[in-house]
């Protein structure tokens, strides 16, 4: 993000210093989470649509969901994690914002979840496994409700979409599903996309009214 536009998106200034040791944390530990200008995007977002509830799919350590919850303190998120250890840390940080009442923390592999269990949602935050996207998509847009918004996360991850030549083939492999998914998306006849140059690349789908 712009260093000059950057600083008017400071967070409060109660939780600026927390969040600064989310991300320190985040690089020390190789824990992928997501760019300030994506986040800022969603938060805006979240905001100008009045979400009240939210499914994300990939915790890691709660980093995007203590953000959503401290922008718009009457959302609620449900959120998904089957890594252990990330699913710890991440209730850890939760607790410490003592923001248990806005976010549940559901540990499980997503594609696992019994959808009957779960809520309605104004947004769903794809932002796992990125070879499971399409499965993910497929899987919780039944949940979506009627004005919802659906997000996608690194859509392009790290430019590698654009330029697969010198990848190696597991990266290769993954990189052809990001692609996949991303025409996917496009020929959704009852979803409209659009494909925001934020971050990594978040791609934003709607019903078509």
């Given amino acids: 993000m712009n260093l000059y536009l950057e600083k008017f998106n400071n967070e409060n200034e109660v939780y ?3 969040f600064d040791e ?3 944390y985040a690089k020390l530990y190789n824990v992928p989470i997501i760019k300030r200008d994506s986040l800022v995007l969603i938060q805006s977002l979240l905001n100008i649509i009045n979400a009240k509830t939210m499914l994300e799919i990939g915790t890691a350590i709660g980093y995007s969901a203590l953000s959503f919850v401290c922008s718009k303190d009457d959302l609620i998120v449900d959120t998904i994690e089957r890594n252990e250890e990330m699913y710890k840390e991440a209730c850890k940080n939760i607790k410490q914002l003592n923001k248990q009442n806005n976010i549940n923390v559901i ?3 997503a594609l ?3 959808n009957t269990e779960l809520r309605k949602y104004d947004v769903i935050f ?3 496994a990125k070879a499971q996207y399409q499965k993910f998509f497929d899987k919780y847009a039944p949940l979506l409700n009627e004005n919802g918004i659906i997000l996608t996360d690194n859509i392009i991850f790290h430019g590698c979409v654009e ?3 010198n990848l190696s083939k597991n990266v290769r ?3 052809k599903k990001i692609d996949n998914y991303n025409h996917y998306l496009s020929t959704l006849e009852e979803y409209i996309t659009y494909y925001i140059d934020s971050g990594d690349g978040l791609a934003i789908t709607m019903r078509k009214k």
């Fill in 107 to 109: 540990f499980q592999d």
């Fill in 126 to 128: 794809i932002d796992a």
């Fill in 112 to 114: 696992e979840v019994d």
């Fill in 22 to 24: 989310l991300r320190n």
């Fill in 16 to 18: 600026h210093e927390f």
């Fill in 163 to 165: 330029e697969q030549e």
């Fill in 173 to 175: 492999s993954m990189v």
